[in-house]
């Protein structure tokens, strides 16, 4: 099987999983729309995350910071003077790359020498100049007059700020966790591969308070735990999965250690999580900055302060184009696209059939679609065959599918169609709840 983007990109849009932003108007670079499957599945995605960083762990909560902070964060978060990507140019087709998608190394080209990838003109390539990547905006009626802010590039920092508000009315003791999902936007210079490298993105990121000195070994605990996540909870194959460790010219300006969980897509293997370990870089940053003393008080031991932090930082954009491509599968044998997605996080968990629109066959089927609706997601379809409508929810990832016949009528059974295999089983209607339950 030939597993390609453009080829999810395509079912995406046929399905209503992932639209471009602003498609009548010809599109916009780098945004994307979620239609109804794909809300459903990024949603699901999103509880189950949730559910494993809050409810799981005791000592993890959650917190809602807003996109717009106090321009001063970003000043002691080194945003302001470190986010920045290299950026050279072709003057000759006014093409504009990352400088490190042509080397990591890439301040030792000699750009002079270096071919245009778009044009094939050598020795137009600008050298590389850097490009922060914080979208800019303004706050308050007049621009001239208002203050500059910026639209957070990542959540981690309305955490830090709050995490002495939070310690203190949640009663928290080191180690302990704070957990948020939320939209970041980054100017990204060259937004590719689909939902991959967005301007407009959401994290789902856990920052977590530890003693200095233990922060190595929390730093193992969260690999693996994050790593397990994505086989375990999301069903991801784990061959496709592994850990990619940054090298000192990798680590970012906050790092003392950081490693990327990569996923294999079609176009290779490439970042869905980072888990880093910040020190005390942010607060210390932020102390100094605001003033305000962050130190954190360990009464048992008469102790005073500044907490590690362990990070793990997953773009819920990306875990779910992991999961698209992972689920992706062409059944050649028997002529359909399957989606082979999880059934604990499959948008739509079953579709009920009536196989013909008469004969009292609908109102049967919409009687189960009433008792599973208030459990599950379900849908009711009554058009086209009824091959062709299972293989509509084959694309969509739906895996169960509930065929009431005439047979339905005499001793209230109905089928139900197994997505990955087709196997058909024949159960009662009562038994229909036991069966999503114990695949769900
Ligand atoms: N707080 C740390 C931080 O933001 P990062 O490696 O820059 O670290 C973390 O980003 C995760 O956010 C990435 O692993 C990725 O999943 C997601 N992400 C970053 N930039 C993105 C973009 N432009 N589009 C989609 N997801 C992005």
């Not at 639209?151 to 928290?172: D, F, H, K, S």
């Not at 994505?230 to 250690?257: I, P, T």
Request: charged letters at 30%; one cysteine or more.
């Amino acid at each position: 099987m030939n597993k390609t983007i453009e080829k999810i990109v395509s079912l995406c849009k046929r399905r209503g999983f992932v639209f471009q932003s602003s498609d009548i108007y010809g599109g916009f670079s780098a945004v994307y729309d979620y239609g109804p499957l794909g809300v459903e599945l990024k949603n699901n995605i999103s509880q189950l995350w949730w559910k494993e960083m809050t409810q799981v762990h005791e000592n993890i909560v959650g917190l809602d910071s807003g996109i717009l902070m106090h321009p001063k964060i970003w000043e002691a978060s080194g945003h302001i003077g470190a986010f920045n990507d290299p950026l050279v140019d072709c003057k000759q087709c006014k093409s504009r790359f990352r400088a490190d998608e042509f080397s990591k190394e890439y301040q030792k080209l000699i750009w002079k020498e270096v071919k245009c990838p778009k044009c094939g003109t050598t020795g137009e390539l600008t050298d590389p100049r850097q490009f922060n990547l914080m979208f800019k905006t303004s706050v308050g009626p007049v621009e001239e007059s208002g203050t500059e802010a910026f639209l957070r590039p990542e959540t981690a920092q309305g955490i830090y700020v709050n995490y002495q508000l939070v310690q203190g009315a949640m009663r928290m003791k080191v180690p302990f966790g704070i957990a948020q999902i939320g939209k970041a936007f980054r100017n990204e210079i060259i937004a590719r591969n689909f939902i991959f490298r967005t301007r407009e993105f959401e994290q789902m990121e856990m920052q977590y308070f530890v003693k200095p000195g233990k922060d190595d070994d929390s730093l193992i605990d969260w690999k693996n735990k994050r790593l397990k996540f994505y086989h375990q909870k999301l069903g991801v194959s784990k061959s496709k999965l592994r850990f990619h460790e940054h090298k000192n010219e990798e680590l970012a300006h906050y790092a003392k250690e950081a490693w990327d969980i990569e996923y294999e897509f079609p176009f290779g293997w490439s970042e869905i999580e980072g888990i880093h370990n910040r020190t005390d870089f942010d607060l210390r940053r932020h102390q100094e900055f605001s003033g305000k003393n962050l130190l954190y008080f360990d009464q048992p031991n008469n102790d005073k302060f500044l907490p590690y932090i362990i990070e793990t930082s997953a773009g819920l954009n990306r875990m779910l184009l992991t999961v698209l491509s992972d689920a992706y599968w062409e059944d050649s044998e028997n002529n359909r696209i399957v989606m082979k997605i999880d059934p604990r996080i499959a948008p739509v968990k079953a579709v009920i059939c009536p196989l013909v629109k008469k004969d009292g066959l609908p109102e049967k089927a919409r009687k189960i679609v009433d008792q599973l609706k208030p459990l599950y997601r379900v849908i009711y379809d009554q058009q086209g065959s009824i091959g062709k409508r299972y293989y509509r929810q084959d694309e969509a990832g739906t895996p169960f599918g509930i065929t009431v016949d005439h047979q339905s009528l005499e001793d209230d059974t109905v089928t139900i169609r197994h997505r990955d295999t087709q196997k058909q089983e024949r159960v009662s209607s009562e038994q229909i709840l036991n069966v999503l339950k114990d695949n769900i």
